[in-house]
């Protein structure tokens, strides 16, 4: 590798943090004149790497968006966390993802260092991609990005919304949040129609258009955006409170639970504990008793019993 390129490398790795770049201090950072910068600056702009100027006592250089994109640099954990989420973005619900994800890790792993290489397949091993029915609320990528930019740029939309009863309503809306939960995306929005905040599910949307009007700066719903749509959500279906043995040491499940274990409560010792859950669905409580991989008794709620014998069944059957 001559200077010439060795130099422009370190160029572009310092470009590539988004701030604006005095000349001074790149010719600081790389020991070259300012001289020296400037050539290279037009060097990289001629293969393709949109580099901005800006003039007077504030001014400097700046990385920002082109036509195309340009190779990028990564350092080795930047790197290791992208072929990482690459491998485990098939339990997105976004419509053809899975796909380019392939594609893209196909790509990153050509080019990977034989250490990287290993420390992502160790990584990988040991996680598994969650496998999407066709019902399972996937998404387009379309919807996502119309969704995102007209939240964005504060304008008002309109879609077609298709109700747990299956029947269709037209909604005129002013979006505040795109956000994604669980498996699933929804919409926070205010409702024009109904002068109220509502929440929507994503994959029941269709015909999304920005109508172009400009919506209001509206405070968020109270509690902020995250707290209405845990509560909206949460009033779709029944909640209850799990009780359950766990044959394995209280430190041990506390641990597996995290943050999930919420206002819930953990007794026991180190053969055993007892599990009193925050309030939820039977499938979320049901999903993360199977997630804790370890043998359990349910001794309430009878509905939450009668789900995992229902997955019992699903599950025997598909053998």
């Given at each position: 590798?001559?200077?010439?390129?060795?130099?422009?490398l370190?160029?572009?790795?310092?470009?590539?943090?988004p701030?604006?770049?005095?000349?001074?201090?790149?010719?600081?950072?790389?020991?070259?004149?300012?001289?020296?910068?400037?050539?290279?600056?037009?060097?990289?702009?001629?293969?393709?790497?949109?580099?901005?100027?800006?003039?007077?006592?504030?001014?400097g250089?700046?990385?920002?968006?082109?036509?195309?994109?340009?190779?990028?640099?990564?350092?080795d954990?930047?790197?290791?966390?992208?072929?990482?989420?690459?491998?485990?973005?098939?339990?997105?619900?976004v419509?053809?993802?899975?796909?380019?994800a392939?594609?893209?890790?196909?790509?990153?792993?050509?080019?990977?260092?034989?250490?990287?290489?290993?420390q992502?397949?160790?990584?990988?091993?040991?996680?598994?991609?969650?496998?999407?029915?066709p019902?399972?609320?996937?998404?387009?990528?379309?919807?996502?990005?119309?969704?995102?930019a007209?939240?964005?740029?504060?304008?008002?939309?309109?879609?077609?919304?298709?109700?747990?009863?299956?029947?269709?309503?037209?909604?005129?809306?002013?979006?505040?949040?795109?956000?994604?939960?669980?498996?699933?995306?929804?919409?926070?929005?205010?409702?024009?129609?109904?002068?109220?905040?509502?929440?929507?599910?994503?994959?029941?949307?269709?015909?999304?258009?920005?109508?172009?009007?400009?919506?209001?700066?509206?405070?968020?719903?109270?509690?902020?955006?995250?707290?209405?749509?845990?509560?909206?959500?949460?009033?779709m279906?029944?909640?209850?409170?799990?009780?359950?043995?766990?044959?394995?040491?209280r430190?041990?499940?506390?641990?597996?639970?995290?943050?999930?274990?919420?206002?819930?409560?953990?007794?026991?010792?180190?053969?055993?504990?007892?599990?009193?859950?925050?309030a939820?669905?039977?499938?979320?409580?049901?999903?993360?008793?199977?997630?804790?991989?370890?043998?359990?008794?349910?001794?309430?709620p009878?509905?939450l019993?009668?789900?995992?014998?229902?997955?019992?069944?699903?599950?025997?059957?598909?053998?």
């Open positions: 590798m001559t200077d010439t390129t060795a130099r422009l370190s160029l572009l790795s310092l470009l590539q943090t701030r604006l770049w005095p000349g001074s201090e790149l010719a600081e950072r790389l020991g070259v004149s300012g001289r020296t910068v400037r050539r290279d600056i037009d060097r990289l702009r001629e293969i393709g790497y949109p580099v901005e100027a800006s003039a007077g006592g504030l001014g250089y700046r990385l920002t968006a082109g036509s195309a994109m340009p190779p990028l640099l990564l350092d954990e930047e790197a290791v966390a992208i072929a990482v989420g690459l491998g485990t973005v098939a339990g997105q619900a419509r053809g993802v899975d796909e380019a392939v594609r893209a890790a196909a790509k990153l792993a050509q080019v990977l260092p034989v250490k990287l290489r290993r992502v397949s160790t990584l990988t091993a040991g996680t598994q991609p969650f496998a999407l029915s019902a399972a609320g996937v998404v387009s990528s379309d919807s996502l990005v119309t969704i995102a007209a939240s964005a740029n504060h304008e008002r939309m309109r879609f077609r919304y298709r109700g747990h009863d299956g029947t269709e309503t037209a909604r005129h809306v002013e979006p505040v949040r795109l956000v994604a939960s669980g498996r699933r995306w929804y919409l926070v929005a205010f409702d024009l129609d109904r002068d109220d905040w509502r929440t929507f599910r994503v994959d029941r949307t269709t015909d999304l258009r920005a109508t172009g009007a400009r919506a209001q700066h509206r405070s968020p719903p109270a509690g902020g955006v995250e707290k209405f749509l845990r509560t909206q959500v949460m009033g279906a029944p909640t209850f409170r799990a009780d359950v043995t766990l044959h394995a040491s430190q041990a499940i506390a641990a597996r639970l995290g943050d999930r274990l919420g206002d819930g409560t953990l007794t026991g010792d180190d053969d055993s504990c007892r599990w009193y859950s925050h939820d669905t039977v499938e979320w409580l049901a999903t993360q008793l199977l997630l804790l991989d370890t043998d359990f008794q349910v001794h309430g009878p509905q019993q009668a789900h995992l014998d229902t997955l019992a069944v699903r599950i025997t059957r598909s053998r």
